[in-house]
Structures are given as C-alpha cells and as structure tokens.
C-alpha cells in the first residue's frame, strides 16, 4: 500500500484514528479527512462533534477537511457524492475504521465501489481488546462523549479512555472497544496528530437513550 492516495472516514473517535494510524504506518498517503454531519453542519453524526473541533483534528492531522451534512435517510447519496469528489481528485482508495460488523463492512464496500474507490480496512477482524490496547500503548489520549445508555451506565460519559476504564468495562460485561454502538469518544492526541487538539468537556446531555459530553475547543 505503499504511497497509495487515501480519504479517511472521519469520526473523529478512536478506530478511525486507528485506522488512519495504521494506514499512515503502511506506507499510504493521507489526502483528505471525510466526516458526515447531521443536515444543518453542526455537529458530526453518532459523535455529536461541532465543526470547529473536528477541523481542529484535521488541521493538526496536517490533512484537508471534507464534511456532507445528511440525514439517515440521504446519508449513502452523500456519501456517494463526497467520494465521487475525491475519485475526482485522483484518490483511490478509503480508510475505515470497521473492526467486525458484516453488514456495515458489506455496505462500505458496496458503496465505495460506485465511485470506483478501494476501501481499506486496517482493523478488520482483529480482536477488539487488542485494538484498544494499542491506541492507549501509543499513547492515543481520547475521551467517552457518548454513551448509549440502553447498554451501557451514563456516569461513564465525559471520561478519560484510559487502561482503568478498559478494566471497569470489561469487568461490569461491557465491550471496551464500544463496537456495538455502547458509546463513542474523541481522539485529542496521539502520533497522528502535530500537537494537542485543546478541548473542554461539558455538563452531560440527556436525548432521548442517549447522554452527550459537549466538546468544546478552547482557544
């Protein structure tokens, strides 16, 4: 994969930045971020991130920034558009961040191929306890912004991700790689970025099964 161009599917959590890390390790070169938002451009989706955060990420990932805003509903034509727009621009190929869900690999897949991009998926299949003891062996830090509360205690929302959590996770029954759809994070630092991304965490929000941390950029 040597040299191979690449746009990264960008939650702005910890497996698409471990997929962009182990892309980056392969030789391939990144060319730009792509992140989905809710229709007005506000805030990402399922991560509940503003665009100001997330084009932190991206100004210090040292990467272009691409956002479509959708609704479940147009989320696949948008897709499609966004990378139709990169195939255009020369980009073959597409990082995510899928460790072991067939129908959302399948949909991927299926999708990229219409506008003739290759996805790639650097985590397929591997053992999720492995994955996160390598994002935080590297010294990744990241924070749990959303928790599914179905699944999972709220109190763990606006945490630090860190090897204690992983342990209190897996000792309640809960899966610490959050694969499932338990909660989601946020990556502020770690070997892919060039400094810091500077983050205040917010007074939890409740919508619905769902409690959201706020993600503030200060500065």
Request: charge should be negative; charged fraction near 25%.
């Amino acid at each position: 994969m040597k040299n191979v161009s690449f746009v990264s599917s960008w939650s702005g959590g910890k497996d698409s930045a471990m997929a962009f890390y182990r892309a980056l390790k392969s030789g391939m070169v990144p060319k730009k971020i792509l992140t989905m938002f809710e229709e007005d451009g506000e805030i990402s989706k399922s991560h509940a991130l503003p665009y100001e955060v997330v084009q932190a990420q991206a100004n210090r990932l040292g990467v272009p920034f691409l956002i479509k805003g959708a609704s479940w509903n147009s989320y696949e034509e948008r897709f499609i558009e966004a990378m139709n727009e990169c195939r255009s621009e020369g980009i073959t190929h597409g990082v995510f961040g899928d460790i072991d869900l067939e129908g959302h690999l399948e949909w991927v897949q299926k999708t990229c191929a219409k506008s003739d991009i290759v996805a790639v998926h650097p985590l397929w299949q591997e053992q999720r306890k492995s994955i996160v003891k390598e994002l935080l062996d590297a010294n990744f830090e990241a924070y749990i912004v959303v928790v599914n509360t179905k699944m999972m205690p709220a109190n763990y929302v606006g945490s630090r991700f860190t090897k204690e959590i992983v342990k209190e996770l897996e000792a309640a029954g809960f899966d610490s790689c959050g694969e499932n759809g338990e909660f989601h994070t946020i990556v502020v630092d770690g070997p892919i970025f060039s400094e810091r991304v500077p983050i205040e965490i917010g007074n939890p929000v409740e919508k619905g099964d769902y409690v959201f941390s706020p993600v503030i950029l200060k500065g």
